[in-house]
């Protein structure tokens, strides 16, 4: 880790400072920021991108995050982060052969995340030379027949391994599926094993799909929003704009989050001139509660016993029952099983658990308990833990509990990531995939898709570093650094025979090589894409099942550059010369492949029809028709004991183990990334500029430990495996966070995460629960460690 984080020197430690922000979330902090980056990025420089309006018949769909567009509005909601997004995409930097043929890899590996990206877009296929330590052009024939003779030369197609991060569109990811499918694999490791896999999991489990049943209009009826676990003002700011109304017509907004996120607290409208004008801003949350990490759990649970506290006094009193009888009587399954676990559990095997006074917690459940159309959103904050899935079970509880699924206004909100994580799931990028849609594909395509599981991201990097899988080919993302126990993964994709990255921008993953190694450059979504049909539309699929269509309008950057889709299919036909699938053909128009899709899935019938109507269509949740395609044809009430979730056998052994405390620490997003992707190194909203290696800790804690403000310290996991991780020189920031709580960026704390450290039916990597320790540090070599930054470069 230390070479890729001391390299460039710091010649601005002046600028670095840690300062309360006081003002708002968005307004015209985001609005400086946003001029700042596009002036970094030159982007003007090419002059062809409006951002502000992006207005075109087929719409745009903003790279930056799920949140749902507008209905009926082809112009491009605006927002810091998205701006920032599409800048980054379309900077006039570029990387060229002679950027490679100046710079080995080693050299290259020594600078910082920040530089790599920063670079530039790169413009031709590379392919990596050890003899010169240096990446070479290679053209896209020989790139494509390199991929080919390595698969083919496997032992097995499940000693390949593909990766996909969510950006991808949805007709890229069908014929990527299809490709592997028909190679052999079921190995589909996806971003969204990091991500909302515990949503996807555990929605499937309690209601039959593992979705979000709201949509935007939900929103405009909702009597109550609760946000769990997720920082919108950060994340997906354009849900602020939604939350404001909310507000503003008197709805109620609650968060439940260790951290005081700014944009859950109060919002200027940028695109509200008013509000703009007069310096105003909109409180958001009106209730704030405060627990500590990994306390979801057990707060659910308190809610759910209150309220059967509640309802046996009502019921004792003759009034009504609080639970939706008749609901749960004609739709569910489990509801007296969980009531006799939560019975059978005392207040005192609850309350610690949730760093929430009893008061808190009561007047929580309280404010459930009077919403008649309550929506629950949540994030980050309750899939990475261990229990992560169990949460989500819970999530599902409390509304089945009250009949919210199904009513107008109410329902379940996951915040997904990536612009189309939740798209490329449904094309079938799924390690687990279910008979039916595999039957469906065989049928339309007459191949024979293996029917066995195949591995997750956890079981790719084990499978790897075991010489069991000798091919890594990743679709997008930057799968060295975004995985857990980075020193790990790294060594086993340096095991691969061959590693493959399409790719818009250089980043770490392309450094850590395999034997053979290729970049493959791919146009991005701001890029027109002609094919032989003409200019083609991709679509995706939002946070709330909306599909649509985007097309880019930027001139490419490169006349090299090959869309996603081709790439996919170029390397189809490479590797597999006699498959019946005429591969080629499908990307001469995109709206063949959307054919395809709507053969082999019901709900995408008439896709290329549906999708050119103005704001595309949407996929109905069956839950909301009362409709439960669990095995028991019944919504589940599923329950964990307490004792179970919380007996988590890292965090006991840290306990014994450890003479040092041990806190819990959540790895989180500063306002300044986009998961690996630095566009620069503040954090407005939470005080931060100018750095990144930063521990946010709680005050009482600072002073127990015998630590003072603003002091080095070295940042050590302990887990039962006995591997030293220990990330070094983070600046002790106090901050408002429950005791034995602390919260610092990601990917930086990567190294920590044990890889075995996951959720247990949903894998995922529990990057919100480290068990760690402090040592005092020393100050880094240069200020700061991250990356380089002066005045120009920085985003304040
Ligand atoms: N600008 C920008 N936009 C993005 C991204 C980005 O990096 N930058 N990433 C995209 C992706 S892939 C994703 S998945 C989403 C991520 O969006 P979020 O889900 O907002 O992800 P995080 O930043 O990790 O923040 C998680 C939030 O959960 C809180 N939290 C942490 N632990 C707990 C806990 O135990 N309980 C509760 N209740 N809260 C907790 C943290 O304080 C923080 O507010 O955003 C997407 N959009
Ligand atoms: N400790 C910790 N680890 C985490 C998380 C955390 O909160 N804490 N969050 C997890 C989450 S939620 C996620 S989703 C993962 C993210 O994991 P990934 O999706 O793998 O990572 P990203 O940083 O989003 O990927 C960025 C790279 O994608 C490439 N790229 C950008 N646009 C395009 C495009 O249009 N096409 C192609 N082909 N490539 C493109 C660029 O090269 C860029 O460098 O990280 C996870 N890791
Ligand atoms: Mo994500």
């Not at 109410?410 to 799931?425: C, E, F, K, M, Y």
């Amino acid at each position: 880790m230390d070479s890729r984080e001391t390299t460039t020197e710091d010649n601005n430690a002046s600028y670095a400072r840690i300062e309360p922000y006081d003002q708002p979330a968005g307004g015209w902090g985001a609005l400086l920021s946003v001029a700042r980056n596009l002036k970094r990025q030159e982007t003007f420089k090419k002059g062809s991108i409006s951002l502000l309006n992006i207005n075109q018949p087929t719409g745009f769909d903003c790279p930056g995050c799920a949140w749902p567009e507008k209905k009926d509005t082809h112009t491009f909601n605006f927002c810091e982060n998205g701006a920032k997004a599409v800048a980054f995409e379309a900077t006039s930097k570029r990387v060229t052969p002679e950027f490679f043929a100046t710079h080995t890899v080693s050299w290259l590996k020594e600078q910082s995340d920040f530089f790599l990206e920063d670079a530039g877009r790169i413009t031709d296929p590379m392919r990596y030379d050890a003899a010169t330590d240096k990446y070479v052009p290679i053209s896209w024939d020989d790139a494509f027949q390199l991929i080919a003779k390595h698969l083919q030369a496997l032992d097995h197609p499940n000693e390949a391994a593909f990766y996909t991060s969510g950006r991808t569109s949805n007709e890229a990811a069908f014929l990527y599926q299809l490709f592997v499918r028909n190679f052999g694999t079921n190995n589909f490791p996806d971003c969204s094993n990091m991500c909302h896999e515990a949503t996807s999991v555990g929605l499937k489990d309690a209601i039959g799909l593992g979705k979000g049943t709201v949509t935007l209009d939900d929103f405009d009826q909702a009597d109550a929003i609760f946000s769990f676990g997720h920082n919108p003002g950060t994340n997906h700011p354009r849900m602020l704009a939604t939350l404001r109304e909310v507000s503003k017509r008197g709805g109620t907004i609650i968060a439940i989050n260790p951290l005081k996120e700014r944009g859950l607290e109060r919002f200027q409208d940028p695109q509200a001139p008013l509000e703009m004008m007069t310096n105003g801003s909109t409180p958001i949350s009106r209730y704030y509660f405060q627990p500590k990490v990994g306390g979801d759990y057990a707060i659910m649970f308190g809610m759910l016993k209150h309220l059967d506290e509640w309802d046996q006094i009502n019921l004792s009193k003759g009034k009504p029952s609080v639970f939706d009888r008749d609901f749960i009587a004609l739709n569910t399954v489990g509801f007296e099983d969980m009531l006799t676990e939560i019975r059978n559990t005392s207040w005192s095997e609850i309350h610690p658990h949730t760093g929430l006074t009893p008061e808190h917690l009561e007047a929580l459940s309280k404010l459930y308990l009077e919403s008649q159309r309550a929506i629950f959103c949540w994030g980050m904050g309750i899939t990475q833990h261990r229990h992560g899935t169990v949460n989500v079970h819970m999530l599902a509880n409390l509304m089945l509990a009250r009949g919210h699924i199904g009513r107008p206004g109410a329902g379940l909100a996951p915040i997904r990531g990536h612009s189309n994580v939740q798209g490329d799931r449904t094309m079938g990028i799924n390690e687990r995939p279910g008979a039916k849609m595999l039957d469906s594909i065989d049928r339309v395509f007459g191949i024979q898709s293996p029917r066995e599981d195949g591995l997750g991201v956890v079981e790719t990097i084990k499978a790897m570093a075991e010489g069991q899988v000798k091919v890594f080919i990743g679709l997008g993302g930057n799968f060295a650094v975004a995985t857990p126990d980075s020193d790990y993964t790294q060594q086993a994709l340096r095991a691969c025979k061959l590693t493959v990255h399409i790719t818009t921008k250089m980043n770490r993953s392309h450094l850590v090589c395999g034997e053979d190694a290729l970049m493959l450059p791919c146009l991005g979504r701001t890029e027109i894409d002609t094919q032989k049909h003409g200019p083609q539309a991709i679509s995706v699929e939002d946070s709330m099942s909306n599909v649509h269509l985007s097309a880019g309008r930027n001139e490419p950057i490169s006349s090299d550059l090959l869309s996603e889709p081709d790439i996919v299919a170029r390397i189809a036909e490479a590797t597999l010369p006699d498959s019946q699938i005429k591969w080629r053909w499908y990307v001469e128009s995109y709206d063949r492949i959307r054919d395809a899709i709507s053969e082999v899935f019901d709900e995408f019938h008439d896709f290329n029809q549906r999708v050119y109507q103005p704001g595309g269509f949407h996929l109905e949740h069956p839950a909301n028709q009362h409709v439960w395609n669990t095995p028991k044809g019944k919504a589940q009430f599923l329950i964990t004991p307490i004792s179970e979730v919380y007996a988590d056998k890292e965090h006991q052994f840290a306990d014994t183990y450890s003479k040092a405390k041990v806190y819990t620490l959540m790895t989180t997003r500063s306002h300044d990334q986009y998961n690996t992707t630095l566009y620069g190194l503040d954090d407005r909203y939470r005080g931060v500029f100018g750095q990144r290696r930063v521990l946010f800790m709680n005050e009482q804690d600072i002073q127990e430990a015998g630590f003072q403000a603003d002091q080095w310290v070295d940042i050590e996991s302990i887990y039962s495996d006995g591997l030293k991780r220990i990330v070094r020189s983070f600046k002790i920031v106090p901050y408002n966070i429950p005791r034995g709580s602390m919260a610092a960026y990601y990917p930086e704390t990567n190294p920590l995460v044990a890889l075995s450290s996951h959720d247990k039916y949903a894998k995922i990597p529990a990057s919100k629960s480290i068990p760690v320790i402090l040592h005092p540090g020393q100050a880094p070599e240069h200020f700061n460690l991250a990356a380089p930054v002066d005045p120009e470069h920085a985003n304040g």
